[in-house]
């Protein structure tokens, strides 16, 4: 099955920082990878698909690159509402995993 | 708008089963699939299965064949989740959600677009 691995766990950031968090796949996944952002005792939220789609509704801040093996979400000005846990997730083959989580807080 | 609403908390005990259940509205019920994740205390998510709501075709987890069924009542627009056989590890939220489908760069895959609310299953003897 494919592993799904995000780094880091957390990290601390300050309002108006660039923040980048990577995925890596154990073998290549081509563009099917999703990014979710989820908020304590809230469901996950959308936030991109294939690889660099944005969601609708979802702010131009976020964007999500790579393909194949390697994929990034970058926030490029974090705000007060980003402080949440993002999932990264391969969405073409079962199990479709999802990657252990990076928590995002307030330095 | 697109609104899934599921089922309350559930308490069981080891061994039994559980169903929980998610009523989506705001669009047609048989145009999207259905999933279903779980996600235990202070864990990931972890996705189980899903439906197609149209015809009943389900895709489940290898890792919860034979534990797991996922229906789906196409008069009341309601799916099910049931996990039989639960054990203490299986203490989570249990999470429905709708199914997008996307084609990019002659690529098909699947996201999930809408959530619902959560229902915490509670096992303990």
């Known amino acids: 099955d494919i592993q799904m691995t995000q780094s880091p766990s957390s990290l601390s950031a300050s309002v108006g920082d660039r923040v980048t968090i990577t995925c890596r796949a154990s073998q290549s996944i081509r563009n099917c990878l999703n990014w979710y952002q989820q908020k304590p005792g809230k469901p996950p939220k959308l936030l991109i698909y294939?690889?660099?789609s944005l969601q609708s509704g979802v702010p131009s801040r976020f964007t999500g690159s790579g393909s194949g093996t390697d994929f990034a979400l970058t926030i490029s000005s974090l705000q007060s509402e980003d402080f949440a846990s993002y999932y990264c997730h391969h969405s073409c083959r079962s199990p479709f995993p999802f990657g252990g989580g990076t928590t995002v807080e307030i330095k | 708008q697109v609104q899934l609403v599921q089922s309350g908390a559930e308490v069981t005990k080891p061994g039994a089963s559980v169903k929980a259940s998610c009523k989506p509205s705001g669009y047609t019920f048989t145009a999207y699939w259905i999933g279903w994740v779980r996600q235990a205390p202070g864990q990931s998510l972890e996705w189980m299965g899903w439906?197609?709501?149209?015809?009943?075709?389900?895709m489940l987890s290898q890792k919860f064949q034979g534990r797991v069924t996922i229906t789906r009542d196409t008069s009341a627009s309601t799916v099910t989740l049931e996990l039989n056989s639960l054990r203490s590890e299986d203490t989570a939220v249990y999470y429905c959600a709708r199914v997008k489908r996307w084609l990019q760069l002659g690529q098909i895959g699947e996201a999930l677009d809408h959530w619902g609310q959560g229902t915490l299953v509670t096992v303990s003897s």
């Open positions: 439906i197609n709501p149209g015809n009943g075709d389900t």
């Open positions: 294939a690889a660099s």
